[in-house]
C-alpha cells in the first residue's frame, strides 16, 4: 500500500477506493475541515461532498483551491460509504484528523465533533 | 546567562512587527500560501495534523526564571495549557490560532524570547550541552560560541533560503552531550597541544531518511576563526547543496556525493577569501558576551541535612542516585527533572509544572534552566544543601520521577497524534513501555538503557542513536513498528541496526520484552549495560529472541 | 539584455518604471547569470550591470553569488532579477544588490510600500551589530 504521493497541487492518500471527499485545514483556526456540498467546509466529515470519479475529484480540487484566502492544502481523501449513506474514514491517519490525539482528549473529540479513536493497549 | 540589551529587544519586536504584517497579507491575498509557507515556517510557525503548532526557541537550551514563567502563561492564556519540550531544546505549543501568533509572539518578545528560525530553510537554534558551564567534565563552557552563533545566524542576509535546514550543536566536553555528530555542523571545543583553545569542526552529520555520522572536516580551527569558517561551510552548501530533491538537499548528502576531501578543499579555499573581507566581531564584544556566562555567585551552606535525608528516605537517595550528576563545584549539583513520568507524553510539562520549576530556579537554582535535547529539564546549578526542599517540591508538583537514564526515560517525538508528517504514533508505545517495566518492577535492575523512537523516517525521536530505536512506519494500512539495536548518541556516535521486519502496535512492546529478557539473561552482572551488552554480543542473539519464537506469526 | 516594459524595477524601496539609470549602457556591459553561476568564474572587467537570476524566492544562491562578486571586486551594478518577495529585499541590498527587477503583475501583489518599508530594515541587523561584513 502506497503511503503518499506529494504533487504541487494535491496530495492523495491512496488506496482502492472509489468515492472520495475532500479535506484541508482551515487558514485562521488550523483545524481540520470538510468541503461539503454547498462549496463551503464543514468541521465534521459526514457533512463532506463525495466524488465518485477522477473528473468530479479534479473539478472538485479546483473548487477547494479557489479558497485559498480560507483554508491550506485541501487534498483528496478516501472514504466508504455504509447502507445508511454515512461516510467512514479509510486511512487511520484520517481518522486521527477526525477526532484529535490520542494521548489528551483534545481537538475535535472534546468539542464532541467526532468519535474518539481509541489508543494502543489501552 | 546571557541577558539581551535594547538590540536583541529591537529585534525581535521588529520581527514580530514584520511577521504580523506577514499574517495581515497573507489573509488578504496579498501573499500565497506558497509565497506564505517560507515565512510562516522562518518564524516558527506549523501547521500540524489538528492545529498550527508553534515552536519557540530557547537558544542552546538556557533559560531564566521569568522566561519558564511566561511559557507557562502562554500555554494557559493561548494554548490548552501545556507545553512540550523537544529533541532540539525547544518547546512547542501545540494549538496555536494564526490569529493569536503576533500576540504569543509579543509575550515571548516581553521576556526577550522568540520563534524565529526554529524552523524553514535557515540555520536553526544552535544546541548545545545542557550541563554546560556545570559539568565537572568540561574543558571549556561552549555556551559563549553558542550565543555568538546565535547572533551570527539571526537573519543573516546570505543564508536564509538555504537548500534545506541548518543545524548546529556545540559541546565544551568530551563527553558529548550535545550528539555534535548528528548535526550539519558540530563543534567540540578543545584544546590543542599548545593549550590554544579551538573547535574540532564536524561536518554533515544527520538523522532522518539517510542518517550519516559527521566527518572531521577540521581537527582544530583556533577560536577567533569560528565565524568566518562556518561562513565559508555555508557559502559552500548554499552555493552547491541539491535542491532539485527535498531529501537529497542536506549537507551530509553534498558531502557524501562530492567527497569529503573535496569539500574540505572547497571550504579551506572560500575560508582564506573570506578571512580577507571577514569583519570579526571586536575584542570587546567577545568579553562582553563571555562575561555574560561567569560561574554563579556560588553560596556555602551545611550539608547535614542533605546527608541525613539521603540515609533515611529511600526515594530521596533514589532520586539522587538517578537524577543528580557531577557539578564541577563539589558543594554543588546539577539536577535532571524527568518529564518522563510513567504513563505520561514524553517532554510534555503543564503551565503549573513549569511554575514550580520557574519557583525552584528562582529561589534555590541561582535563576537558571536547562532544556535538555533527551526532553528533560535541568537545574544547573543547585547547592546540594537545597536538594531535600527541592525534591519534596518536585515531589508535590509530580516532577519527581527517578528514572533518568533508566528504560522509562524514553525520547520520543509527538508522532501521529500531533505531526503531519508522522507515519505512526510514537507517545503510546512510550507510555506502554514505560508502564510495563514499572509494573514489572524492573527498572532499576536493567539500568541505563536508552530507549528512541520516532513516529517516521524524519527521525525527530532520534531513533537512530538509541541504544533500542523504534521507528513507526504503516504497512498494510495499520501501524508498523521497526526496531534498530546498537545506535550510540555521543562522540562515538553510532547508527543502529535493524533487527528486521517490523512488529504491529500489539506486537511492539512484548518484543521490546524479550530485548531486555535477553539482556538480563546474557550480562555479565548489573554493570554491564544494555549498550555493552550489545557490542560485546552483536545482533544475533537479540535477533532471534525477537523472531524465533512463538510470535512469528505476529510478525508483519 | 533590457528589462522588458512588463516589468518592474526596484531601487532604493521604490519602483521604478521605466528602465536602467544607465539608460546608456551596451550590451556588452550587461551579463546575466543563472543561479547556478560560479562567481569565481566571471570576468567583469568591463561590465556595468551583472542580472543574477533566481529561479524561485526559495532559491538563495544569488545572494551568495552577489556576495561573492562584491568580494572579488566587483563595484557595477547588480541586479536580483526573479519572483523575490518583499521580505526578501533588505537580504538582497546586504548581500550587495542594488536593484530587484519584479514582473509587473508580482509588483501588484507587492505594492511599492512594502518594499519601501522593508528598505527600512537594511540597516541595523545583527551581522552590522557584530561589525561583519
Redesign the interface.
Known sequence: MRLVIYCKREIIMAKKSNLKIITANDLVEGDVIYFTQSFDWSRNYADALIVNNEEQELQLLEKAQEQQGRVIFPYLVDVAIDGQQEISLLHFREKFRSSGPSNYFHGKQEIGKQENFGQVGA | MYIYNQ?DT??IR?RVS?FS??VE???S?????D?FK??RLMNGLY??????MLRVAIPYGTLNSAQMRQLADIADKWD?GYGHFTTRQNIQY??????DVPDILNSLADVNMHAIQTSG?CIRNVTSDHFAGAASDEVADPRPSAE?LR??S?????????PRKFKIAITGSNNDRAVIKSNDIGLRLMRNENGDLGYQVIVGGGLGRSPFVGKTLREFLPKADL?PYVEAVL?VY??AGR?DNKYKARIKILVHETGLDKIKQQVETCFE?QK???????DE?IAQIEARFSLPAYIDADVEDYKNEKQNNAAFAQFIENNISKHKNPNYAIVTVSLKNIGS?PGDATSKQMRVLADIAKQFGHDELRVSHEQNIILPHVHKSHLPVIYKLLKQADLASANVGLISDIIACPG???CAL??A?S???A??IAKRFEELKLEKEIGNVQIKISGCINACGHHHVGHIGILGL??????NYQITLGGEANLNMNIGERTGPGFS??EI?PAVERLIEVYLLKRKGKKESFIEVYKRLGMKVFSEALYNKKGQENVA | MLHENKSVIVRNGIFEKNGNIFQKSKKEHEIELKSDSKAVDIDFLDIEIIVILFDSFADGRGFSIARQLRQFGYSGIIRAKGHLLADQYPLAIRCGFDEVEISSEHAKRQPQHQWSDSFKRVKNNYQDRLMLA
Open positions: 538590540f529591537d529585534f521588529q514584520q504584517s506577514q497579507k497573507r489573509l491575498g496579498s501573499l500565497s500560501e509565497e517560507p515565512l501547521l500540524q495534523l489538528h492545529a498550527y490548552k501545540n494549538w496555536s490560532k494564526l490569529k530553510n555568538l547572533q551570527y539571526s537573519d543573516h542576509s546570505e543564508f536564509g533560503f538555504l565565524l557559502q548554499n552555493l535542491r577569501k580577507k573581507f571577514f569583519k570579526r566581531p571586536s564584544l507524553t501521529m497524534d500531533y508522522a507515519t504514533r507517545i503510546p508505545i507510555k506502554d504503516e504497512k498494510s494500512g495499520v501501524e502496535s500489539e512492546l
